[in-house]
C-alpha cells in the first residue's frame, strides 16, 4: 500500500500536534497481560511517532504523557509508568540530540519524584539548543489545574500593582499559562476510539481541529500519523470566520 507520507502537503503543515495517548491499558488486557505492558509498548509508538514528526518538520509535538489524575492509578502503576517514562527519556536523550529535537515539559512537575525531576532536567538541558523539533511532554499535567494556576498568577500580578484589570487580555492570560510561548495545536489525535478532551489543554485547544482513530496506542504507526495529517489538511478552517 502506498504511503500516507506522499499525500502530505508540505506547503501548510500544522505547526503543532498533540497526542492522548489512549489505550495502553486496554491493549494489554486484550492480550492477556497487566497494564503496564502496554504502557511498555507504548514507548514504541512514542519513538515512532516523534521520529515522523521530526522527519515531516513538524515544529511542536505533546504527547499527554501523565495527567494529574493518573496520580489515583494504584502505587504499583504510578510507579512503573513513572520508572519507564524516567528511563526512556534518558535512553533516547542521544536520539534526541542526533535528530535536533528539543524536550520541553508542561505540568505540575513539582509532584514528579526527586530523581525524575532530575533526570528530566538533564534532558532538557541537553536539548536545550536542538532547533529541530520541540517535543513537549504533558507530566502530572490537567488544563484545569493550569488555568487555576494562571488565575493566581495574573491575581498576585494585581495585588502587587504590576497589571491593570484592564490590560488583562487573551495574550496576558496564555502568557500565564505552563504553554507560554508554545504556538496552540493545530491538531489533536486521539486514539482508542474515545471521543473526549479529558482535562488536556482546554483553552490552546479552541481552534484546533480533532482527529480519533479507534486503535490504541500501543499500535499507532507512523502511517497512522501521516494519514492524520492528510485528514487534517483535507478540512477548512475558519477559526470562526
Ligand atoms: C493511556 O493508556 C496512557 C497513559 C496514561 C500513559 C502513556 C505513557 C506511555 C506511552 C509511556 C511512555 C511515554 C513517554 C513519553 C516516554 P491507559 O492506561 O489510559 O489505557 P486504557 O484507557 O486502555 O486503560
Known sequence: MPSSKNLIDKNCLPKHIAIIMDGNGRWAKERGYERIYGHQNGVVSVRETT???AET????LTL???STENWGRPQKEVDALMELLVDTIEKETPTLNKNNVRLLTIGDLSRLPLNARGKLQKCIGE???NTGLSLVLALSYSSRWEIVNAAKTIGQALLDGKIRVEEIDEQVFSDAL???SIPD???MI???GEERISNFLLWQLAYSELYFTKKHWPDFRKEDFYQAIVDYQNRERRFGK
Open 64 to 66: 499527554y504523557a501523565f
Open 185 to 187: 495545536p493545530d491538531l
Open 57 to 60: 518538520g513538524i515544529d511542536y
Open 178 to 180: 505552563t504553554t507560554k
Open 127 to 129: 536539548t536545550a539548543k
Open 51 to 53: 521520529e515522523a514528526a
Open 190 to 192: 486521539r486514539t482508542s
